[in-house]
Structures are given as C-alpha cells and as structure tokens.
C-alpha cells in the first residue's frame, strides 16, 4: 500500500485570536489535501501560540490556560478532518484531567473522531517550570494505513517507548516535535532515525520554526520535518524518503510504500525486527 505523507514545519509567530490560528492552521491541511496526503502532521506544543496573545506572562499559570481551548482545538481538527476526509496528527495540547495538565497528541480520523497519545518523557521545563504530569502508557491506533503511534519528541529518545509501539505492530510512528535550537533538534532528528533503523519502520518527524518572544521558554523554534526508512536496499540510501530546508515555514510531503515494509522485514540487507535476541536482553535487565 503506497500513501502520501506530509509534515508542517509550522511557523511559530505572534497571532491575535484563536480564530487567526485556524486559519494557520487550515492553510496548511488545504495545501496538504491538494498534493492528495492521506496523513498530515502538525508539531508538538503546537497550541501554545495561543499564549501569544494572552496577557498572562507567567509560565505556571500562562500554560494552565490553554486547557480552556480544549473544546475549540478538537472542534477545528475534527471538522477540518471530515471536510477534507484526511488523517491529522495534530500536534499537541495542553489538557487538564483531574486537576493534572498533560502535553497531549492527538490523531483526528476523516470521519471526525479522535485519539490522544500523553507524552511520557517530560523535559527539564515540563516537569519543574510547568508542572505538567507524565503519560504511563504507549499506545497503538488502527488506520486504514494499519498501526500507527503517537511518539512525542523526547519520548523518541528513550528506545523502549518505540520498541513497545512497534511490538504493538504499528507501522509508522509519527513524531511531533518542539526545539529551540540544532542540537535539540538533531537529537530528535538523529533518534528518529535510529527508531526506524531499530525497529523496521516509517518515522514520521515535524517541529515548528520561527520566533515568539512573547511566550516564555518557547520564545525560539528550529525544526526541519523529514519523513524517515530504515537505511536498506529497499529504500534511499541515507533513509530519507522527504525533508525541509532547515527551519523554514513549508509543507513537506513524501511518499511511503507500506509493502517494502514487509519486503525488508523478510529479506532486507539486515534483518533487525528478526534477529532481536530477546532471551539475551531480559536476562541482562535481571542482572542489572
């Protein structure tokens, strides 16, 4: 099965309402659906532009704002998904469950409905500044694609949380993404690749790009969005099916083929999904 894929590298600028955001936001889905994607996807943190134009500067109280636009985030990604019959990653949001916020992605279906995904692995800022609560589980959803899964930024950089999307059988793993400079970026970038090196899959990976000086610790944003294989005759050499000019504002689209897949699984150059030596690993953890 062949589809198309395409990835914002989403340009981070001060806005005047939520309003203005949709139409971001919809500019980019239009020109997604144009080049006939059947999957598009937006960056992690991709709400907080929101925050551009609030008056509340401090990050504690700013960011526990935002979970008021759940209604609204949900409202615009479900119906801009049914009208243009796409898959929309879209991004994440800050939502509130019980008094605890997460930083939640979520997967909107053409017919509207939707799954989220909480990020596991919470950065420096996450933790102490936001005080955001940690996901505790990594899941796995059906498309007409077959498994895919939500694996948010830093969450890629820990293996294990790839490892149990892929033993779960998904297929492609989708990375929205938020950093503020190249080396955060490329340790994302280079993780990303690894995952599907690793684990014989499709990686999926976008961040945001531009300046907003009004948002506290998310004033700087580079980001390149790339489309990533595993490094095998069955695809291009360097494992790079698509990827953008580095943090500039555009739509990266790419074409996968579901089928090599399967092909490079069975009879690739290696043969990593195969030869995993499961009884060596588990007897290292008990030894550890």
Known sequence: ??????????????????????????????????????????????TIQLLSFMEETDPYKSIRLLPSYTEKYIELFSSLAKELDLYIVGGTHIIEVEGNIYNCAYLFYPDGSFVKQPKIHLT???KYSWKITPGDDVKVFDTEAGKVALIVCYDMEFPETARRATDLGANILFCPSSTDDRQGFYRVRYCCQARAVENQVYVVHTGGTGWMPEVRYMQS????????????????????????????????????D???????????????????????????????
Request: net charge negative.
């Open 1 to 46: 099965m062949r589809l198309r894929i395409s990835a914002v590298q989403y340009n981070m600028k001060k806005i005047a309402s939520f309003e203005e955001f949709a139409q971001q936001v919809k500019g980019y889905a239009y020109y997604a659906k144009d080049w006939n994607s059947r999957f598009i996807v937006f960056p992690e943190f991709l």
């Open 221 to 256: 944003h580079y980001g390149v969005a790339a489309i990533l294989a595993p490094c095998d005759s069955y695809f291009p050499p360097k494992g790079i099916v698509a990827e953008g000019d580095p943090s500039e504002e555009m739509v990266v689209t790419g074409e996968i």
């Open 124 to 126: 420096t800022e996450e």
């Open 258 to 288: 579901l089928l090599k897949l399967v092909e490079t699984r069975d009879s690739g150059d290696v043969t990593t999904q195969r030869d995993r030596r499961d009884d060596l690993y588990a007897k290292w953890r008990e030894s550890k």
